[in-house]
């Protein structure tokens, strides 16, 4: 793709500026025939009010997960679904959505179970190209069906389950609890201002740090730069990149958005994303947790 990396990203100073573009960048390269441009929305009802020209919907909760068992699509079903929305190991893929692109990181962590790491995720998301009056549209876009071959999905590098959250609960290392802190403390089982979703317990896994995803951000949506990051990240909580981390939050979601800023954006290169999370473990038989603000 042309003009990558994005010069306004590079001057960020992220580790990997190639994992971001700007708007500029994008309404500069919307017509590049190898771009795919995908909406991942929390409300799955935004596209159709109005999108970036030429973004196909991507909805987390049909085209991203198991019908059936809570986990993520197979290797015949990413497959379909790539093959659907045109896209090949040839294609560019830019994804973006509302809420400060939590699902959009989550798409992308999707993406690279199967190893597909072509990606990239627009700064600021939905929200910054409407603050910025860019054009929408409600047309949909249709391209042909491509022929990708999907690798097998691999979880092991970058995703958790209970048993490995577990042992890395009981070896002391890092973890980061994404959630907010009332969520943290276990004052809610649930967000603010969301309804409750059937967590039995309320608290934290023992030795987790509290940093609510959303600090990563800024006000118009985008990622706060590299120095600003490592303040939160390794100022206050103490992490360094050699470190063996799991995010954490309610389903998955929230953490994806920590995984990405603690991989791409700091270059950390073993993170992981529990994404049974607070849902799982806060219901889990024999499970410890705390509650309060001490880890």
Same mark, same amino acid.
């Given at each position: 793709?042309?003009?990558?990396p994005?010069?306004?990203?590079?001057a960020?100073?992220?580790?990997?500026?190639?994992?971001?573009?700007?708007?500029?960048?994008?309404?500069?390269?919307?017509?590049?025939?190898?771009?795919?441009?995908?909406?991942?929305n929390?409300?799955?009802?935004?596209?159709?009010?109005?999108?970036?020209?030429?973004?196909?919907?991507?909805?987390?909760?049909?085209?991203?997960?198991?019908?059936?068992?809570?986990?993520?699509?197979?290797?015949d079903?990413?497959?379909?679904?790539?093959?659907?929305l045109?896209?090949?190991?040839?294609?560019?893929?830019?994804?973006?959505?509302?809420?400060?692109?939590?699902?959009?990181?989550?798409?992308?962590?999707?993406?690279?179970?199967?190893?597909?790491?072509?990606?990239?995720?627009?700064?600021?998301?939905?929200?910054?190209?409407?603050?910025?009056?860019?054009?929408?549209?409600?047309?949909?876009?249709?391209?042909?069906?491509?022929?990708?071959?999907a690798?097998?999905?691999?979880?092991? &590098? =970058?995703?958790?389950?209970?048993?490995? *959250?577990?042992?890395?609960m009981?070896?002391? +290392?890092?973890?980061?609890? %994404? $959630?907010?802190?009332?969520?943290?403390?276990?004052?809610?089982?649930?967000?603010?201002?969301?309804?409750?979703?059937g967590?039995?317990?309320?608290?934290?896994?023992?030795?987790?740090?509290?940093?609510p995803?959303?600090?990563?951000?800024?006000?118009?949506?985008?990622f706060?730069?590299?120095?600003a990051?490592?303040?939160?990240?390794?100022?206050?909580?103490?992490?360094?990149?050699?470190?063996?981390?799991?995010?954490?939050? &309610? =389903?998955?979601?929230?953490s994806?958005? *920590?995984?990405?800023?603690?991989?791409?954006? +700091?270059?950390?290169?073993? %993170? $992981?994303?529990?994404?049974?999370?607070?849902?799982?473990?806060?219901?889990?038989?024999?499970?410890?947790?705390?509650?309060?603000?001490?880890?």
């Open positions: 793709m042309p003009g990558l994005d010069p306004a990203i590079v960020k100073g992220y580790a990997h500026p190639r994992r971001l573009v700007s708007s500029d960048w994008l309404a500069a390269n919307l017509s590049t025939p190898s771009l795919r441009l995908l909406e991942c929390e409300d799955v009802l935004l596209y159709d009010v109005e999108h970036i020209p030429g973004a196909q919907k991507l909805d987390w909760h049909i085209d991203l997960n198991d019908q059936v068992q809570r986990d993520y699509l197979d290797r079903g990413f497959q379909s679904l790539l093959r659907r045109g896209i090949d190991d040839g294609t560019t893929v830019v994804l973006y959505g509302d809420k400060n692109n939590w699902w959009a990181t989550y798409a992308l962590w999707v993406f690279e179970l199967f190893g597909f790491d072509n990606t990239l995720i627009l700064d600021g998301g939905r929200a910054k190209w409407l603050a910025e009056d860019r054009t929408t549209t409600t047309d949909r876009p249709s391209f042909s069906p491509s022929s990708y071959v690798r097998e999905r691999d979880d092991s &590098r =970058i995703r958790a389950y209970f048993a490995d *959250t577990r042992a890395h009981d070896a002391g +290392l890092p973890m980061v609890d %994404v $959630r907010s802190p009332q969520e943290y403390t276990g004052e809610k089982l649930h967000m603010p201002d969301y309804p409750q979703e967590t039995l317990r309320g608290g934290h896994i023992p030795g987790a740090r509290s940093m995803w959303a600090r990563a951000a800024e006000a118009d949506g985008s706060k730069s590299a120095e990051l490592r303040g939160l990240y390794e100022g206050e909580l103490g992490l360094t990149k050699s470190d063996t981390v799991v995010t954490y939050c &309610r =389903i998955g979601e929230r994806s958005h *920590t995984w990405f800023v603690l991989t791409y954006l +700091l270059g950390y290169t073993n %993170v $992981r994303n529990y994404d049974g999370s607070w849902t799982e473990w806060g219901n889990a038989v024999r499970a410890p947790i705390r509650k309060g603000e001490q880890p």
